[in-house]
């Protein structure tokens, strides 16, 4: 599969985005699906998990209350809706799928369980 994600850009600090990830092929709906993003000079981390299903969601500490993930298997899109965002937000967001089938593996965000990364997408908070 491969994916596409859209979306970043510049936003002052407490603006919203909202970001996409196109999906190609036909098993999309069978993978669980995640957002993880990387500031300049810092390691990846991750944002958001979701369940193939999307009945099943997952946050880091970091976003929770503040940013939603969801997904339109009939569109094989995923989404990251990213409300009062702040500086330290400021990253590249790269979506990624499991193909597992498995979600208790990847919903915490282990990396590794993910077998196809998207590009990435440019997100810039300013103060």
């Known amino acids: 599969v491969q994916l596409q994600a859209s979306g970043g850009g510049l936003v002052q600090a407490g603006g919203s985005l909202r970001l996409s990830c196109a999906a190609s092929?036909?098993?999309?709906?069978?993978?669980?699906m995640g957002w993880f993003r990387q500031a300049l000079g810092k390691e990846r981390e991750f944002v958001a998990s979701?369940?193939?299903?999307?009945?099943?969601?997952y946050y880091a500490d970091s976003v929770k209350g503040r940013f939603t993930i969801s997904r339109e298997n009939a569109k094989n899109t995923l989404y990251l809706q990213m409300n009062s965002l702040k500086p330290e937000d400021t990253a590249v967001y790269y979506c990624?799928?499991?193909?597992?089938?498995?979600?208790?593996?990847?919903?915490?965000?282990?990396?590794?369980?993910?077998?196809?990364w998207g590009q990435g997408t440019q997100v810039t908070v300013s103060s």
């Open positions: 990624a799928a499991d193909r597992s089938g498995t979600y208790y593996y990847s919903r915490t965000g282990d990396p590794h369980q993910y077998d196809y």
């Open positions: 092929g036909r098993t999309f709906s069978t993978y669980n």
């Open positions: 979701t369940s193939w299903s999307g009945d099943s969601t």
